[in-house]
């Protein structure tokens, strides 16, 4: 059959009448015969535009033809001269709007699948045995990492491929950043980021847990210790709020606080884990995005009988993946849509009671480019709910520039920095990730720790000196929220 022909292979999944009542991964990954069948579509392109779409730029083209020729070991030998957590990226990677949206066959039809084979060729590397890269000799630098999530474990796993000692330091108790608190476990199951940052640790990259930089120690200690180079990855955990009225009630949460304590904390197995979380029959997320509809479906797994997402534009803006947007409906989540809250209100207990909303309509278009929603005079109305979730994106934490001399800050709390090296305002150190651009995409992430470790392996093998250390400042983009 011409490839041409071949029609793109479906993703099997749990049936949503029972996923709803578990926590186990919903898509369930393709079998051996069907990935390969979903590789012969592949048009093997000269100028594969789909590396152009991937933060990371794996060979793309290169390891679907292995994959598709049986040699699966070549496959993701291919794969991980670009990429240390294909498991991970597999899963969660927009690939809608990255690589696949540059897909040839995307023109007229359906795009490869390249993110359901990326899954399937790292899974099967995790069923027969993980395979370490050729490691560069010791060159005697040592660099300080800090966070243990995408852009840390990605910067430091190329950093010790490239010779140098790297040590990570994380503040939570367990390695993985938002991999492990804020995906749950029926998007990304905890076992996978083990493996993948195991196989970073196995490179030689030392790990030390539950120290907070900025308190445990600063960055002027790190350098008092003999680190060359620092690597800022901490990420965004700071939650941001409405400031409307009644959001300190007890039933408001922020979407990081639920998140972390269902995923890290495991409050999805209480009580054989000591994490209660407190849900009621109806849950309003406020929010669009991958996180709210995490927090919305986690909900429902936890016992809610209705859920609602709450999002003042249109579903022409939500910026979440439309396969986990597929899902929630799937699922019984309910959309509100030009929907805005104005005010929550509790009971003579404290407790949330219900929602005062407004409706909105969309006006010109705002700095993001997205029509701004205008609220519409007297369409308020209420909702009855028993807990609100806050899931509007989140900032870098302060915390980490504790003494950190040098390095400047935008007015929304991220580091000023070079886009293409990393470098921030302050010599010898580097930084990537959410800490730079504000909330976005686990492969951005990626993309921006592995940009920085090419560019302090020149420093540390002397291609640069402080002497020319410079920055080009460019505007961060805005999150969407």
């Not at 679907?64 to 990429?83: C, H, Q």
Request: hydrophobic share 40%; charged share 25%; aromatic share 6%.
């Amino acid at each position: 059959m011409p490839r041409e022909q071949i029609e793109r292979q479906e993703m099997p999944t749990q049936d949503p009448q029972e996923r709803i009542h578990n926590f186990y991964e919903v898509a369930l990954g393709y079998p051996e015969e069907v990935a390969k069948l979903e590789a012969q579509r592949c048009l093997q392109c000269k100028k594969p535009r789909c590396v152009e779409g991937c933060p990371v730029e794996v060979p793309i083209p290169q390891f679907i033809l292995a994959l598709r020729e049986g040699d699966l070991a070549g496959s993701i030998r291919v794969m991980k001269t670009k990429n240390n957590l294909p498991a991970i990226c597999g899963r969660v990677c927009p690939q809608e709007t990255q690589c696949e949206s540059m897909c040839v066959l995307g023109k007229k039809g359906q795009p490869v699948a390249i993110g359901r084979l990326e899954r399937f060729i790292a899974d099967w590397e995790r069923s027969t045995g993980v395979q370490k890269p050729e490691i560069a000799p010791p060159t005697g630098k040592r660099v300080a990492v800090i966070g243990a999530g995408p852009a840390g474990l990605t910067a430091a796993g190329d950093l010790a491929r490239y010779g140098h000692k790297v040590t990570i330091y994380e503040a939570l108790h367990a390695p993985g950043g938002v991999l492990i608190y804020g995906i749950p476990e029926f998007r990304l199951p905890k076992d996978v980021v083990r493996s993948e940052v195991d196989y970073v640790l196995s490179l030689g990259v030392d790990l030390v847990l539950d120290c907070v930089v900025g308190k445990t120690l600063t960055l002027e200690d790190l350098f008092a210790d003999g680190y060359e180079a620092i690597f800022l990855g901490t990420g965004a955990g700071l939650p941001m709020f409405m400031s409307i009225p009644g959001e300190n009630y007890n039933g408001v949460y922020s979407a990081n606080e639920f998140l972390t304590r269902v995923n890290l904390m495991k409050a999805y197995l209480f009580p054989e884990y000591d994490t209660p979380v407190k849900i009621g029959k109806r849950v309003a997320v406020i929010g669009a995005g991958n996180v709210a509809m995490d927090a919305a479906r986690s909900s429902l797994r936890l016992g809610a009988e209705e859920v609602y997402i709450v999002y003042r534009r249109s579903r022409d803006e939500v910026p979440a993946r439309a396969e986990e947007v597929h899902h929630a409906e799937e699922e019984g989540i309910q959309f509100k849509f030009l929907t805005n809250p104005v005010e929550i209100y509790g009971n003579d207990k404290g407790w949330v009671r219900g929602m005062r909303c407004i409706r909105m309509a969309l006006g010109e278009p705002d700095a993001s480019g997205r029509p701004r929603p205008v609220p519409i005079p007297g369409s308020e109305f209420d909702m009855e709910v028993d807990n609100v979730i806050m899931a509007l994106g989140t900032r870098p934490n302060p915390m980490v520039f504790t003494d950190a001399l040098g390095i400047e800050r935008t007015r929304h709390g991220t580091i000023v920095g070079d886009p293409i090296t990393g470098r921030t305002t302050r010599p010898r150190v580097w930084a990537g990730g959410d800490i730079v651009t504000g909330a976005a995409t686990v492969i951005s992430a990626m993309g921006a720790g592995k940009r920085a470790a090419a560019d302090i392996d020149a420093f540390l093998k002397g291609a640069f000196t402080e002497a020319d250390w410079h920055v080009k400042k460019e505007e961060v983009p805005a999150a969407h929220p």
